[in-house]
């Protein structure tokens, strides 16, 4: 090929390139999309709007009834209801990669989870607060999130009693002063009780066959399950409770917020994610699957 030619198609390549920019590097492989970064918005009056500009929300949580709340020699919070709790400062302060960030954690317990919310130290309680007029005559409260109740206790070998109806003549152990003892003979007449002072004490009975089951709430007997897995959980609950995330009454300071929990509450059932962590935290004790309450 002649000096001309090679000339004249150097020129060419050179204009070629120039018609086309050199191209910016791709995004890198490590940045977060920007959607997973956007923070939802609200109205200015709406105390999700609040919370967004303070940067936390503080959640009141219980300390040690496994496995529904926890929190280890860290301080860090698991268990059922902190991760529901995790899903809520989700849909305020969008997705974080350490969502904890965000939460200031306030421990309760059953005597002090109202204060907690009408002295203004915690903005939501999810800690086991039963849905009652008593507590709805001073706090706000969402539908329910969570339903547990009295239940019984069997051997595993035991497949005379499946539920109340099967406890004629048989004998339930109770602790002393739960009041169950009166929730199993409402529930069938002709059962026997026996209360000892402790939970342990009633397991030690099971065993050595002194009575036919325990009585007790559902969280305790996931408990006594779990130290003596020769054991199971049977029949309809003896007495239901339902439970809902609570919040200070609104007097204009909380505009909007119970019914922005109330939505959050039905999207959570809905997509699934109570359903995922029912069965991470709750189905290895409980035996059972449940996609709501």
């Avoid at 009141?60 to 899903?87: H, T």
């Amino acid at each position: 090929m002649n000096a001309p030619r090679l000339a004249a198609l150097a020129v060419i390549g050179v204009a070629l390139v120039a018609c086309f920019p050199e191209s910016s590097p791709g995004p890198s492989a490590t940045l977060t999309p920007a959607a997973t970064l956007a923070r939802p918005r609200f109205e200015l009056a709406t105390y999700m709007y609040a919370l967004q500009t303070k940067g936390k929300i503080r959640i009141g949580a219980l300390d040690n009834p496994a496995p529904i709340s926890s929190r280890d020699a860290s301080g860090r919070y698991s268990g059922f209801e902190p991760d529901l709790g995790r899903e809520l400062a989700k849909a305020i302060f969008g997705p974080r990669q350490d969502i904890d960030t965000v939460i200031e954690w306030i421990s309760v317990d059953s005597s002090t989870a109202v204060t907690a919310l009408t002295s203004l130290q915690a903005d939501v309680v999810i800690a086991r607060l039963p849905i009652t007029d008593e507590h709805a005559a001073v706090i706000d409260l969402t539908d329910t999130y969570f339903v547990s109740g009295e239940r019984l206790l069997v051997l595993t070998s035991n497949d005379e009693i499946k539920d109340l109806a099967d406890l004629d003549t048989k004998t339930v152990c109770v602790q002393s002063g739960s009041g169950v003892d009166a929730h199993v003979t409402d529930a069938n007449d002709s059962a026997r009780t026996l209360a000892l002072d402790t939970y342990a004490s009633c397991v030690g009975a099971l065993q050595q066959g002194q009575v036919d089951a325990i009585g007790a709430e559902e969280l305790t007997l996931w408990g006594l399950a779990r130290q003596e897995p020769n054991t199971k959980i049977v029949g309809h609950a003896l007495l239901e409770q339902r439970y809902g995330v609570g919040t200070k009454k609104n007097t204009s300071d909380r505009q909007g917020f119970l019914p922005f929990l109330n939505s959050w509450l039905a999207g959570v059932i809905r997509d699934g994610t109570w359903g995922r962590l029912y069965a991470q935290h709750i189905t290895p004790l409980s035996k059972e699957t449940k996609t709501s309450p």
